[in-house]
């Protein structure tokens, strides 16, 4: 009894397991995670469940039962130490598993500052998992002074929650703007306006030296020499892919674990998906880090394990809640040539690489984001002049 093991108990691995079962495999299927409890979804550990306003209950991706009904062994606070690909088996604790395929979803843990800058001082947290999140919780507290550091879309949304349960908030990023490696400078400067307005102190193109503090964190010393006083403070500074166990079992790792057109790595026993998967993306090699990859490939990785054999075609999305605000994002915006800023229900900007539609970030508009994303998907030959031209009704791209 092998059957397939998946590494990583997170969403590309609940999404993949679940495949299996409605795709009609009827051999094992084993998850193990490190974690300790069963999967769930990461958005809302910096969003509402953060704020306190979403319960623990509705984080689960799935109840208990689903995996018990439908025979999937759910092995949790398990760390995988090694795979030997010879053997086919995984090796955790003092046990040895056994495979047929295995898939590795073993996710991109946060980046931390080292130690030797006082990264590890009491009171500096990162957001990556559910323990994360219940520690700085009870942190969160009026009038309390939070450093964050690094304005990606993570730390930015610690800082509105932060601001809206009272704690004064400053936000250090070491490139020129927030945002700079996700998103424009329109959608960056209509973010950083919103947290401007709603009193969050910025520093960009502020590099930090060292955190201060002996038991505590007590400040955060700036580039240019500054302290920044904090009961708290989060790093938000990226992640790396899990791959050293994909690395060590001898799997070619680039930028994360190396997948072909199917999800399947160098060892043709063994397929990656979600965050820790290197894939092939609009020409180039890429890896995505969102909840839509890590369902689409998730599933598509279980369907290729099966003899499906379908080519995974990327369609990147995503969102950001802040302050009451909602961004969503379609496409990849690699390379853009053109951006074209559009007032609609709210506010959107439309990315375009050499006259073609690649990407839109859609501020409070979900009308943009939705004819948006379709038009990407269906590679319209809509021009920036149609969307520049606020007489051209949005729906109507759609039926050209
Ligand atoms: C705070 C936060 C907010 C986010 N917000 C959004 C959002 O708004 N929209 C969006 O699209 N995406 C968002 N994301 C990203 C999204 O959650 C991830 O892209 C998604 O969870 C990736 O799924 P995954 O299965 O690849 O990895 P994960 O969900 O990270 O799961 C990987 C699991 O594998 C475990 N693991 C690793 N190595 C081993 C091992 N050797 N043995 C056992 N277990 C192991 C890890 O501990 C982890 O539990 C957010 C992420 C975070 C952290």
Not at 103 to 109: E, F
Not at 176 to 189: E, H, Y
Not at 306 to 334: H, V
């Amino acid at each position: 009894m092998s059957g397939i093991v998946i590494v990583g108990a997170g969403q590309a691995a609940a999404s993949m397991a679940a495949k299996l079962r409605s795709e009609g495999y009827t051999g094992a299927v084993t998850v193990i995670g490190d974690e300790p409890c069963p999967p769930y979804q990461r958005p809302p550990l910096s969003k509402a469940y953060l704020l306190g306003e979403m319960p623990l209950e509705r984080l689960t991706l799935r109840a208990d039962e689903f995996w018990t009904d439908q025979k999937i062994t759910m092995r949790t606070a398990t760390n995988v130490q090694a795979i030997d690909p010879a053997a086919r088996a995984v090796t955790f604790g003092g046990e040895t598993l056994g495979y047929d395929q295995l898939a590795l979803c073993t996710g991109a843990p946060a980046r931390r500052l080292p130690a030797a800058m006082g990264g590890d001082l009491p009171g500096v947290f990162t957001v990556r998992e559910l323990a994360d999140t219940d520690a700085m919780a009870p942190h969160f507290q009026p009038g309390k002074r939070l450093v964050v550091i690094g304005g990606g879309y993570i730390g930015l949304e610690a800082a509105a929650v932060a601001r809206k349960l009272g704690l004064s908030v400053t936000v250090v990023e070491a490139a020129p703007r927030i945002l700079g490696r996700v998103a424009c400078a329109q959608t960056a400067d209509t973010i950083r306006a919103l947290h401007i307005a709603n009193g969050v102190i910025l520093h960009e193109g502020t590099g930090v030296e060292m955190l201060l503090g002996q038991d505590h964190v007590t400040g955060v010393e700036l580039s240019t020499g500054e302290v920044l006083p904090a009961d708290l403070v989060i790093t938000g500074i990226g992640v790396t892919p899990a791959t050293a166990l994909a690395q060590a079992a001898g799997l070619a790792v680039g930028n994360g674990i190396v997948t072909d057109s199917l999800g399947r790595t160098s060892d043709p026993q063994i397929w990656a998906a979600g965050d820790c998967a290197e894939i092939a993306l609009d020409g180039g090699r890429a890896r995505l880090e969102s909840v839509g990859n890590a369902i689409d490939m998730g599933e598509l990785v279980a369907q290729n394990m099966l003899g499906a054999n379908i080519a995974y075609t990327p369609k990147p999305w995503f969102w950001s809640d802040q302050f009451g605000s909602k961004l969503q994002i379609a496409g990849w915006n690699a390379g853009a040539t053109q951006i074209i800023t559009r007032a609609g229900d709210g506010q959107s900007f439309w990315y375009f690489r050499d006259g073609r539609l690649i990407a839109v970030d859609a501020l409070d508009d979900p009308r943009a984001y939705m004819v948006g994303k379709r038009l990407i998907e269906a590679a319209s030959s809509v021009t920036p002049e149609d969307i520049a031209d606020p007489k051209v009704d949005l729906k109507s791209l759609m039926r050209r």
